[in-house]
Nanobody
Framework: QVQLVESGGGLVQPGGSLRLSCAAS????????VGWFRQAPGKEREGVSC????????YYTDSVKGRFTIFGDNAKNMVYLQMNNLKPEDTAIYYC??????????????????WGQGTQVTVSS
């Protein structure tokens, strides 16, 4: 059973940066997808950035392109989301998710079966 634990959220001023971390364990497949999703109050959960291990591809939703970067450390079973130039509209609970996957990275909520507990990111002055 895949277990995911997020950390690194917090309060940051607009224009600031945060790095979210996701500690992963229990993978049984060589090929998988991992991703970061977020859910703001009153809104549906959305895919922010995802990575596929089978081809190394990544996906970013348009609103974070050029500001967020997903990367990992296989030796430590960690996945990170570096968030720069944060905006108030980035405020949300951020979740790490994973699923067995082969092919191009996709970031669709319904395709992911393993989820972390979430970490709050608040961007405010």
């Amino acid at each position: 059973q895949v277990q995911l634990v997020e950390s690194g959220g917090g309060l940051v001023q607009p224009g600031g940066s945060l790095r979210l971390s996701c500690a992963a364990s229990g993978f049984t497949s060589h090929y998988y997808a991992v991703g970061w999703f977020r859910q703001a109050p009153g809104k549906e959960r959305e895919g922010v950035s995802c990575y596929s291990s089978s081809d190394g591809s990544t996906y970013y939703t348009d609103s974070v392109k050029g500001r967020f970067t997903i990367f990992g450390d296989n030796a430590k079973n960690m996945v990170y989301l570096q968030m720069n130039n944060l905006k108030p509209e980035d405020t949300a609970i951020y979740y790490c998710a994973a699923e067995r996957w082969f092919g191009q990275a996709v970031c669709v909520v319904s395709l992911f079966g393993s989820w972390g507990q979430g970490t709050q990111v608040t961007v405010s002055s």
